[in-house]
T-cell receptor, first 114, second 113 residues
């Protein structure tokens, strides 16, 4: 299994809602990542988990809260988002955050904040 | 910090060869990746270079010169389905010792018949 899965594919939420994005991989990878991608822009790193511990937080606002319940799962909890947070949210995984392994990306969740 | 430059857009004809350049400045270089991304889809891995030289993989080749901070992706025998964005990404080492991937702005390639 060389796949990263993400749910939901699309999400529309209001600014007062609380929702979660989910990501799963079964490749035995120990590093997992959240990226945000706006239209016609490159992915921007948000968070990195290495061995289920948060190792990088790229100064992301606290309305985004990551969680890594186990080595296969990565969640992104969303609360009180702004319309400018609308974007494609990509999850990725790699063997480790160091080393030569490439990152495998999931299909993304297209988020719209109204 | 890291700075990665790519051309914004390129056009080419089906069957032709195209070279997409990437220049970078980074601290703690630990590899350069090329990804392909079709509109609305996730990036897919194409190639990885960490040592100088050419890596060939079917119709795609990637070259790296670390001393020049330069890489290129070469696409041969272009097909219509190659129309996509091509992202150059550099892995660098942060002050904390952790590594992260930083993407260039991407090059939109349009292949015409």
């Amino acid at each position: 299994d060389t796949e990263v899965t993400q749910t939901p594919k699309h999400l529309v939420m209001g600014m007062t809602n609380k929702k979660s994005l989910k990501c799963e991989q079964h490749m035995g990878h120990r590093a997992m990542y959240w990226y945000k991608q706006k239209a016609k822009k490159p992915p921007e790193l948000m968070f990195v988990y290495s061995y289920e511990k948060l190792s990088i937080n790229e100064s992301v606002p606290s309305r985004f809260s990551p969680e890594c319940p186990n080595s296969s799962l990565l969640n992104l909890h969303l609360h009180a988002l702004q319309p400018e947070d609308s974007a494609l949210y990509l999850c990725a995984s790699s063997q480790a955050s160091s080393g030569s392994g490439e990152q495998f990306f999931g299909p993304g969740t297209r988020l719209t904040v109204l | 910090g890291q700075n990665i430059d790519q051309p914004t857009e390129m056009t080419a004809t089906e069957g032709a060869i195209v070279q997409i350049n990437c220049t970078y400045q980074t601290s703690g270089f630990n590899g350069l990746f090329w990804y392909q991304q079709h509109a609305g889809e996730a990036p897919t891995f194409l190639s990885y270079n960490v040592l100088d030289g050419l890596e060939e993989k079917g119709r795609f080749s990637s070259f790296l010169s670390r001393s020049k901070g330069y890489s290129y992706l070469l696409l041969k025998e272009l097909q219509m389905k190659d129309s996509a964005s091509y992202l150059c990404a550099v892995r660098g080492v942060m002050n904390t010792g952790f590594q992260k991937l930083v993407f260039g702005t991407g090059t939109r390639l349009l292949v015409s018949p």
